[in-house]
């Protein structure tokens, strides 16, 4: 059985439970700055936005964020975010490049 087979097999519970620690330590750690996810991993708090919109979540964009950042999105930006400098946008650009096509 290939990863991606075994990734789907996961019970609901343990996958929803994982996700759900996922996005408290996302909420807990807002020093990991979304530019920096982007740049290193390809992903951040908004992209997890709106794969549970994708998923089904039946509220907006807007609920969907507020969902996952703790608070509504524009109070997290201007109360945890910092402007993206030229090295991260860069970075980001270079890494999203690298994620697999939807």
Same mark, same amino acid.
């Given at each position: ?10 019970? $609901? @519970?343990?996958? *929803?439970? /994982? ?13 990991? &700055? ?25 509220? $907006? @964009?807007?609920? *969907?964020? /507020? ?13 945890? &975010? ?21």
């Amino acid at each position: 059985m290939n990863e991606q087979a075994r990734i789907d097999q996961l019970d $609901d @519970k343990i996958a *929803a439970a /994982a996700f759900r620690r996922l996005v408290r330590h996302l909420q807990h750690r807002h020093d990991a &700055q979304n530019i920096d996810l982007m740049g290193l991993a390809g992903f951040c708090r908004n992209c997890l936005a709106d794969w549970i919109l994708d998923a089904g979540f039946e509220g $907006d @964009k807007a609920q *969907a964020r /507020a969902l996952i950042h703790g608070m509504p999105a524009d109070e997290w930006k201007t109360t945890r &975010q910092s402007a993206a400098t030229p090295e991260q946008l860069a970075r980001m650009e270079q890494s999203v490049k690298k994620n697999a096509p939807e």
